[in-house]
């Protein structure tokens, strides 16, 4: 169970400070899929920046099964990160002098994980193991950010507009491994989107506007990647 509570953030000097989350509460349930949902500049991806442990909140607290990783010191929330949360962002952060394998066994060296080939296969990467980047598609190369964040077991996984920079077919093909990944290992995901149809996908719903969530829902019917709008 994660807790945030009345979580506060905001950027910028005295004169010209901008209040991004102002007094965010919510709860997400171990193995829960939640989209966060909202328009540009509604603080949703600062928020899950605050709720991952990448940016300190201002007040409140985020606690991970009652442990409040605002009070971390800066090697412990570090540590917080390496072992229990990935991320896969809309850009994909991939070594370009490594191979497939080797970017996929960066994630997997963290956890002690020997059998980060198997989410290799998941993706459909098998058969790019030896590719650089530069080789590989956009939808590839983040099939291959996905697996470097699963191959570490994370307990939760975080993704911001991971579908942003990607075509329509591409962009179902890659939230559809996502989803059956879900299924099948059971992780925590917490995804931001300003797309109302990806949030169809989820169970949970936290729509946000101007640094507030302003409605909680659930869908009671998930739909599939291919079954939504793009």
């Known amino acids: 169970m994660i807790e945030i509570n009345s979580v506060v953030k905001s ?39 605050c709720l991952s442990g990448l940016e300190r909140a201002d007040s409140g607290s985020v606690l991970y099964d009652g442990k409040d ?43 002690g994980n020997a059998d980060y080939r ?44 991971p579908t942003g920079a990607l075509d329509e077919q591409t962009g179902r093909q890659v939230l559809d491994y996502i989803i059956k990944l879900h299924e099948k290992l059971g992780f925590t995901i917490v ?8 949030a169809d996908t989820a169970k949970t719903v936290m729509k946000m506007n101007s640094g507030k969530i302003s409605e909680i829902y659930s869908n009671e019917a998930q739909k599939t990647a291919y079954e939504i709008g793009w």
């Open 191 to 198: 995804m931001v989107t300003h797309n109302q149809n990806i």
């Open 69 to 111: 990783i605002t009070k971390l010191s800066d090697g412990e929330l570090t540590a917080f990160r390496r072992e229990a949360v990935g991320f896969i962002f809309q850009q994909y952060y991939l070594l370009p002098n490594m191979t497939v394998e080797k970017n996929v066994r960066m994630g997997a060296d963290l956890a």
């Open 118 to 161: 198997e989410i290799i296969e998941a993706v459909g990467l098998l058969d790019k193991l030896k590719k650089y980047p530069g080789e590989l598609s956009g939808g590839e190369q983040q099939r291959v950010s996905i697996a470097r964040a699963l191959a570490k077991k994370p307990k939760v996984l975080f993704l911001d507009e």
């Open 11 to 49: 950027y910028g000097g005295r004169e010209n400070r901008f209040q991004a989350l102002k007094g965010v509460s919510a709860r997400i349930a171990d193995g829960d899929f939640v989209v966060i949902l909202g328009a540009s500049g509604s603080g949703k991806s600062t928020f899950l920046n």
